[in-house]
């Protein structure tokens, strides 16, 4: 028997569209065994996430998990923190400066898109959002109703994307901050999907050296859509720079380009990040 693990997984107290019930009924669907929920900034997901796991018979560990946004050398860079303690109180502090300077700038996106023609975005996306994180996909799917852009993907490459005409770019952050929260928190850091981030592999490099150098525990080795030649090279750095592997999807919603836990294995050179948590220790044995 092997374990079917996921660790990067969304809600909508975030971007996600599922709510946290029905995100665990996927993972049973999906046969799942580890499910870590990372919304962005947010930990509200898991508390309900939980409780519709309690009325199930059938296993599900559910993994305490968040996705933070940083800001390293002009980059947005999402740091995974996994296994900590969601109820620690500083921590729960701490993420109210994240969700601020969402809100911040979400406003900031607004004024722009205003002197765009494009008025009073932020009352409605703020509809959307509820009593989560408000993120980009929020906007751009206001515009996409409104029919400003004919597709999801082009709201990003007219308005949201980098240095697009509604762009902002946020006060996140750092990595060292990042590491130092989840750590104080009892939990482990890894880089999420390093291959996104359209930079060249010699300031990838530069990442992870310095992020393993602040304290960094692990790194995002594969996606469920990741070509074989992305997977070798994420594997090659994590081994180089000593940093252990996280598998993860990054679900949103069901798709025919995403779910949860498929095609999700790694390298047997590679230690996995969850090796010694001591709520998978039965499964480990017999995975590992
Ligand atoms: P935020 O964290 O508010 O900057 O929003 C980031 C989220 O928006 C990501 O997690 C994605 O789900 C989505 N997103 C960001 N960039 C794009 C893009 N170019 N195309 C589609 N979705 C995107
Ligand atoms: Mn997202
Ligand atoms: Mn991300
Ligand atoms: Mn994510």
């Given at each position: 028997m092997t374990m079917k693990i996921d660790l990067h997984s969304h809600t909508?107290?975030?971007?996600?569209?599922?709510s946290p019930a029905e995100l665990v009924l996927r993972a049973h669907q999906m046969q799942l065994d580890v499910l870590a929920i990372t919304d962005h900034d947010t930990t509200q997901a898991l508390a309900e996430a939980r409780h519709a796991q309690a009325q199930e018979k059938r296993h599900l560990e559910i993994i305490s998990g968040i996705e933070l946004t940083t800001r390293w050398h002009g980059f947005d860079i999402h740091i995974l923190g996994l296994h900590f303690d969601e109820h620690d109180e500083q921590l729960q502090q701490r993420l109210l400066e994240q969700t601020r300077t969402r809100v911040d700038r979400a406003r900031q996106i607004c004024v722009k898109l205003a002197k765009c023609g494009?008025?009073?975005v932020f009352d409605d996306a703020m509809v959307k959002v509820g009593q989560g994180q408000i993120t980009r996909a929020h906007i751009a799917q206001v515009l996409l109703e409104r029919g400003e852009v004919s597709s999801f993907q082009g709201a990003f490459t007219k308005?949201?994307?980098?240095?697009?005409?509604?762009f902002v770019s946020a006060q996140w952050i750092d990595i060292a901050t990042a590491i130092q929260w989840i750590h104080e928190a009892g939990g482990v850091a890894a880089i999420a999907h390093p291959a996104s981030y359209d930079m060249k592999t010699k300031w990838l490099k530069r990442l992870l050296s310095e992020f393993k150098s602040l304290g960094g525990d692990g790194m995002e080795v594969t996606h469920p859509n990741m070509q074989p030649t992305k997977k070798e090279l994420l594997a090659k750095l994590a081994l180089e720079y000593d940093l252990k592997a996280v598998v993860g999807s990054d679900f949103h919603f069901p798709s025919r380009w995403s779910e949860l836990g498929k095609r999700l294995d790694i390298s047997a050179k590679l230690t996995p990040l969850w090796q010694d948590w001591p709520c998978l220790a039965s499964f480990n044995k017999e995975y590992l």
């Open positions: 909508y107290y975030s971007d996600g569209h599922l494009i008025e009073n308005y949201l994307g980098k240095d697009k005409r509604a």
